[in-house]
Each structure stands twice: as structure tokens, then as C-alpha cells.
């Protein structure tokens, strides 16, 4: 393990979360002499992976997370495929981490775990902890959570705090209480053995289709995007791939401060105290995992770009409406993204590209009931007539 | 093919949805001498098993839906199994059967398809008609529909048709139409080749653990007992298992003709005009495929049973809670069912049981919001207090 502030390294040791020297972020390192090869994987899911997965756990917690569909597409212009997270068991990509953590936290002895949210990580981290029987505090910036999203977070049972601030604040807010209550066990992307459940997304496109030419993924706190450029970087320190994809990160205009950063070729971005967007899920202005983001955009020699809320809202409806794949918001952001790429050029249509999308339509059914629709309230009796008319 | 009232037989037609003689339904029979080996199979979901889905299909119309998680559960008592069908792509199990069913209306010539809803078949018939970019006629009760749903269908741009009236009524005029119109493919489970896509439910238990000793699955237009049914006799007379399971039936107090039926020793149920129930997805009085989930039912000695609303919410959070799977309530109803068989000990807790269930917790986020927790509103700062407070 190396912290990617102040290059502390240690052993492996599950017991560490964030640098013990500096308090920064740490990294896990696979060791690149892993006997590991897809043909002799077995299971489904994040697990088929286990050998990739560092650490020894005494009990797996899993809902069968991972293995999500990579569905084609025909109606964007290029050859574009959709990575289907929505179909993970709460619905979103998160699920593929909390699997790793929570089995973590239950091999430490912890009873207890704790994250801040913009939605999905609260949805997850509390179906995870109920199968793990430990107590979940979810800390969620109050008015600012899609319905689909809080109701999971109560049906699992969490405790739930509200703040009045932002998701930004709710973050600060858990990694205080990580620093002084040791109790509880913090699910959030800081978390290092969240992204190595995460980074089996790239494992699963090399075993399906290869090494995709680049993979687009939405950007919040900025966890996903490098957890999947490790993924493939692995996969070619082991030798089993050549290369890998160009990595391209997607915010809202509203939150952008890694894309911007990017686009100006700044190395540090400026952080946004009031970020704002229609796509809760990347609603974030200071992304905690910045650093590790912009090293893998940068080493893979990717992009970043920024999306309006009416390019993403216009994406979410044409996957549902041309291929009949129902996202929320923050995923939409990826074919926004991917729109604005071939259009401008800096990706050609044959570039094989697969859109990471992070989280499933029904989590934000409010968002949905927003686009337009035929809709009227009939007799049973006239139904046949209104038919008929439209058909005619 | 073979209808199920007159006895009318014809030769394997793509074209044919009711019985040309009696207006019936009809069954499709799988030639017993397909050659087909588990083994051999390719690919993932439905369409895995396409040797033993009858049929020719012009184009596949697919959003991988199957190969469905089946989940491990240790709180209820037995070896019971959680077959979560709310991983599919519209976040129910109407995704298998919709996905032959509409590659079948496309090899037809179709351009549009209709079909009546309590809402997955909306979302689902929406989704799938959409990637054929045919126009989908949805029919909904008004006022009836769970909120995930009827955002579903507008997301996917389906012509949304409220009628002032109940679910059956709505496919009673479905059914008209169908007797009329023949520029409209009608997508509910009175049409057969839907049928043949849901079966394929039975071939994955069967891949994975074997044949269980029993299934319980909600029933609501009572097609999908009789579907999965199907699958595990096709297997067993292609040799390549030796039995079937028991199918076991559940239905809401207030909505539950097939279970009264079966349980008083009936042949014919006694259709209910008024249905109620909170499980919307099951609220039918006159279920369509009565005949053939009873001949599912009698021919493998299974049962049926009927659970009360109360078991059912309850159902719903003990699985978010204890095993961390959320499901809508008509798919909670299957663990209710499952408690009541193991506490009148007519199931085992040595037999492995398989609960289909059949729809994602966010298709009703309202439902998931009735539940109780714990739930503050305070400042970041108040946040440590709170949680010292429920540590100690």
C-alpha cells in the first residue's frame, strides 16, 4: 500500500483505510506475480475476480454485484456500448465496492459503518450492511437525494442523518467522525478497498470484448473513473492485456471542477462550494479522490468534459427512447459526453467506446416523469377510438 | 401448438397468438427431440437457451435481460433461495418474456404494440419496443400504478393510456382491440410467446442448483407459475432432469381467486370484481392464465396460499433488513408465502426452495417509504453527537 500524497508504503494491511503518516489516500497494490487467468476464473460477478482482490476475508457479504449487462447500441453514430450498472443489486455501481468493504469491515470486527451520500452510496452501504447485520449512519445533504435513492436507504433499515449542507459537508462530516470514533467502519470512496471491488468493471469488458479504445465515465467524487483505469492497468502488469483505454471523465457543467482543471491544463482543480446540477449522483464540488481521477485520465492520455443539464437530460431520454435503456441522470452524462466527443472530433466512430452507466433510471423516478409524454385519461369504452385515431 | 379450451392443435405459427378456432389460449409445444445440453449453451440470459425457445426471429430484440441473480438467504428458517428477478434491465421478470415476444412482433412486420398493466408490463412492453422502435399503447388503471412504473413508461416513450378503471378492465379492452385491429401486437400474457420467454427462468435454477424441491412465485395474471412451470417439464421430458418441483402459488388476501380455488378444491375459480391489495403488481381479480396456473399447480403437486397485506410489508422489510434484498411488495409476497408453508410444515426447511422475486423496491419507492426508521434532520457539526449517542 502507498498513500499518492506523501508516498508513506506499508505491507498490505487491511486494517488501514487512509495514511497513517499523512492522513492522505491510500492505493493498493496487486502484486503483479498473480497467478490469474479469465479462463480459469469461476463464479459470477465481483468474486469471479477474488484472485485481483487483495486481503483475506472471514465472510464474503454479496447480493451477486457485478457481471452487469454491456448492451449495444446503434443510434449514436459510432460504436458505442452501454455498460449497464442500473442492473447491480441496489441499482448502481456502488454495489461492486461495498461488497469488498463490507466484507473488510466484518473480518476487522467492526459493527458499525458510516458514508455520506449524494444517494447511491447510502442505498448501497445500507443493503449491505443489513445482509452483514452491522448498523449503517447514512449522512445525506438534506432535500438534495432522489426519492428512488432515500426510500432504499429506509427500507434497508439505515439511520439516517440529514444534514442542512452539502454533500461536500457530509463528507467532511464522516471523515471527522472517522477520525475520532473508532467504531465505525467509513464506506466512502477515501475507503481504498472500495475501488477494488469497483475496478473488476474493467475486467469484466477485457473478458467480454477486450480492451475497449476508450471508456467514458460519469465523474462525482471521482472513485470510479480511476478504480476502472487501475482495473485495466492491472490486467497489463500481469501481462494478460497490451494496453489500455483512454479514460474520459464527464461532469455536469454545475460540478465540474476536475473537467475544467483538465481542460485548462491545470494540474490542481478549484474547488466549487455550490455545485449544482440536475444529476444528483455527481452533484459534488470538492471530489475527494481528485488526484487519483486526473492521474489516470492523464497516464491513460484521456479527457475530461463538461455536459449542461439539458444535454444530459436530452441523453437520458434518447437511451430510453432509441434503445430502450433507462439510466438516471448522472449516467446520461456519459453519452452527453459521448455526443460531444464524435462531434467535436477527439473520438472517431470506430473507436470501440463503452459508457459506464453508473446508476439505474428508477433510482430518480421524479427526473423521469419530466419528459414529455403522450398521456390521457379515457373510458375503457373509447380506447379502441383513440387507437385508431393515432394509428390512422 | 395446442389451445387449452377447445383442444385445437396446429403446427408451430409464429403468427398465431389466441386460438383461430375458439379465441383460447394456446400452448406452445417444444419438439421433445431437441438436442440441446446445458453444457454446449452459449451466451447469457434468455437467449442462452434459444435452441429451446420455438421460433425464428429476424432480428433479436435484447437488453440481456435474464441470468438473474439467485441469492442465499439465513434468515428464515430453511434453505431458501432468492431467484431476484428485479436485476433485469426495466427491473422486473416481464423483461424475458418481452424480449421473445417483441423480436416475434418484428419478424412479423408489426410497427406497434399494446398491452394493459398493473405497470412492469408497461415498462417493460415500453423498453423493448422502443429498441425495436416499434410504438407501444400502454393501458393502465388510473390511479393504480406504482410510481417507478408509470415514470418507466414515459421515460421510454410509450403512448400512456389511464382508463377510469381496474386492471382487468384495462385487459379486457386490450383483448378487444386485439379482436379488431390487426395492425397492433398485443404484448400481455394471453400471447403465448411471451410465455416462452419467462420459462427460460427454470433453465437457470436448473443450471445453478439443480431442480429445487419447490418454487413460489406471486401470481397475479398467473402466467408466470405456469411459464417457469413449463420450463421444468420441458427438461424433464428432454431427459436432462428427472422431476419437477412443486409450483406453489401466492396471492394477496384481497386479490386471490387461483389460491381460494385451489384451496377449497375447486377446478374453476370464482372471479373477484373489486381486487385490493398493496402489492399493485397482483391487484387482479380475473387472472387471464387462471387455467393454466392451476393445471401448473395440480400436475406438480403443489399449492397455493394467500398471504395478507400486513405479511406482505412485512415480507418486504425483513428481506431489505436482514438479507439486504429489496424487492416491490407482490414479490415480497413469495417470502410471506414461504413463512406460512414452514410454520403449517407444509414445506420442509430441509427443501430447497426458490422465491421468484419478481420486481425491484424501487418500481415503489412509496411503498419502501412506509417503513419505519431512524431518521434526523441536524447540522454537520451535530453529527458526531448523534451517533455517540446510538453507540453507547
Request: proline letters at 5%; glycine letters at 8%.
Given at each position: 500500500?502507498?498513500?499518492?500524497?506523501?508516498?508513506?508504503?506499508?505491507?498490505?494491511?487491511?486494517?488501514?483505510i487512509t495514511c497513517p503518516?499523512c492522513g492522505g489516500l491510500?492505493?493498493?497494490?496487486?502484486?503483479?506475480?498473480?497467478?490469474?487467468?479469465?479462463?480459469?476464473?469461476?463464479?459470477?460477478?465481483?468474486?469471479?475476480?477474488?484472485?485481483?482482490?487483495?486481503?483475506?476475508?472471514?465472510?464474503?457479504?454479496?447480493?451477486?454485484?457485478?457481471?452487469?449487462?454491456?448492451?449495444?447500441?446503434?443510434?449514436?453514430?459510432?460504436?458505442?456500448?452501454?455498460?449497464?450498472?442500473?442492473?447491480?443489486?441496489?441499482?448502481?455501481?456502488?454495489?461492486?465496492?461495498?461488497?469488498?468493504?463490507?466484507?473488510?469491515?466484518?473480518?476487522?470486527?467492526?459493527?458499525a459503518v458510516m458514508a455520506a451520500s449524494?444517494?447511491?452510496t447510502?442505498?448501497?452501504?445500507?443493503?449491505?450492511?443489513?445482509?452483514?447485520?452491522?448498523?449503517?449512519f447514512i449522512v445525506l445533504p438534506?432535500?438534495?437525494?432522489?426519492?428512488?435513492?432515500?426510500?432504499?436507504?429506509?427500507?434497508?433499515?439505515?439511520y439516517?442523518i440529514e444534514v442542512q449542507g452539502s454533500f461536500d459537508q457530509g463528507l467532511e462530516t464522516v471523515m471527522s467522525v472517522h477520525r475520532v470514533e473508532d467504531r465505525i467502519y467509513p464506506l466512502n470512496s477515501f475507503n481504498?478497498?472500495?475501488?477494488?471491488?469497483?475496478?473488476?468493471?474493467?475486467?469484466?469488458?477485457?473478458?467480454?470484448?477486450?480492451?475497449?479504445?476508450?471508456?467514458?465515465?460519469?465523474?462525482?467524487n471521482?472513485?470510479?473513473?480511476?478504480?476502472?483505469?487501475?482495473?485495466?492497468?492491472?490486467?497489463?502488469?500481469?501481462?494478460?492485456?497490451?494496453?489500455?483505454?483512454?479514460?474520459?471523465?464527464?461532469?455536469?457543467?454545475?460540478?465540474?471542477?476536475?473537467?475544467?482543471?483538465?481542460?485548462?491544463?491545470?494540474?490542481?482543480?478549484?474547488f466549487?462550494?455550490?455545485?449544482?446540477?440536475?444529476?444528483?449522483?455527481?452533484?459534488?464540488?470538492k471530489?475527494v479522490?481528485?488526484?487519483?481521477?486526473?492521474?489516470?485520465?492523464?497516464?491513460?492520455?484521456?479527457?475530461?468534459?463538461?455536459?449542461?443539464?439539458?444535454?444530459?437530460?436530452?441523453?437520458?431520454?434518447?437511451?430510453?427512447?432509441?434503445?430502450?435503456?433507462?439510466?438516471?441522470?448522472?449516467?446520461?452524462?456519459?453519452?452527453?459526453?459521448?455526443?460531444?466527443?464524435?462531434?467535436?472530433?477527439?473520438?472517431?466512430?470506430?473507436?470501440?467506446?463503452?459508457?459506464?452507466?453508473?446508476?439505474?433510471?428508477?433510482?430518480?423516478?421524479?427526473?423521469?416523469?419530466?419528459?414529455?409524454?403522450?398521456?390521457?385519461?379515457?373510458?375503457?369504452?373509447?380506447?379502441?377510438?383513440?387507437?385508431?385515431?393515432?394509428?390512422?
Amino acid at each position: 500500500m502507498r498513500c499518492i500524497h506523501c508516498s508513506f508504503e506499508a505491507e498490505l494491511d487491511q486494517s488501514l483505510i487512509t495514511c497513517p503518516n499523512c492522513g492522505g489516500l491510500l492505493e493498493i497494490r496487486c502484486d503483479p506475480k498473480i497467478d490469474f487467468a479469465f479462463k480459469s476464473a469461476r463464479g459470477r460477478g465481483v468474486w469471479r475476480y477474488s484472485p485481483l482482490i487483495p486481503g483475506k476475508y472471514s465472510r464474503v457479504v454479496s447480493l451477486m454485484e457485478g457481471d452487469t449487462p454491456l448492451i449495444d447500441t446503434s443510434s449514436f453514430g459510432g460504436k458505442f456500448m452501454a455498460k449497464f450498472e442500473g442492473a447491480n443489486p441496489t441499482g448502481s455501481f456502488k454495489d461492486r465496492g461495498m461488497s469488498v468493504a463490507v466484507s473488510n469491515a466484518l473480518t476487522l470486527g467492526y459493527r458499525a459503518v458510516m458514508a455520506a451520500s449524494t444517494g447511491n452510496t447510502a442505498a448501497s452501504a445500507a443493503a449491505y450492511a443489513a445482509r452483514a447485520r452491522m448498523r449503517a449512519f447514512i449522512v445525506l445533504p438534506q432535500g438534495k437525494i432522489a426519492m428512488g435513492k432515500l426510500a432504499q436507504a429506509i427500507l434497508y433499515g439505515a439511520y439516517v442523518i440529514e444534514v442542512q449542507g452539502s454533500f461536500d459537508q457530509g463528507l467532511e462530516t464522516v471523515m471527522s467522525v472517522h477520525r475520532v470514533e473508532d467504531r465505525i467502519y467509513p464506506l466512502n470512496s477515501f475507503n481504498p478497498w472500495r475501488l477494488e471491488g469497483q475496478k473488476t468493471l474493467a475486467f469484466e469488458l477485457v473478458e467480454s470484448v477486450g480492451v475497449p479504445d476508450a471508456v467514458i465515465v460519469p465523474v462525482g467524487n471521482a472513485g470510479n473513473i480511476y478504480a476502472i483505469w487501475k482495473g485495466f492497468m492491472e490486467l497489463k502488469e500481469l501481462g494478460l492485456t497490451d494496453r489500455v483505454p483512454k479514460m474520459i471523465g464527464v461532469q455536469a457543467e454545475g460540478a465540474s471542477p476536475i473537467a475544467k482543471a483538465v481542460m485548462k491544463g491545470k494540474d490542481v482543480p478549484e474547488f466549487e462550494e455550490f455545485p449544482e446540477t440536475v444529476a444528483s449522483a455527481i452533484r459534488i464540488g470538492k471530489p475527494v479522490n481528485w488526484l487519483r481521477a486526473m492521474r489516470a485520465i492523464r497516464e491513460s492520455r484521456g479527457t475530461a468534459i463538461t455536459v449542461s443539464d439539458h444535454e444530459i437530460l436530452q441523453a437520458q431520454r434518447e437511451m430510453a427512447r432509441k434503445e430502450g435503456v433507462g439510466v438516471e441522470p448522472a449516467s446520461a452524462a456519459a453519452l452527453a459526453g459521448y455526443m460531444k466527443l464524435l462531434e467535436s472530433e477527439r473520438l472517431s466512430r470506430e473507436d470501440l467506446t463503452v459508457g459506464v452507466f453508473t446508476g439505474n433510471a428508477l433510482k430518480d423516478p421524479e427526473s423521469m416523469m419530466r419528459v414529455n409524454t403522450n398521456r390521457f385519461t379515457v373510458a375503457p369504452s373509447e380506447v379502441l377510438k383513440l387507437v385508431e385515431r393515432e394509428l390512422s
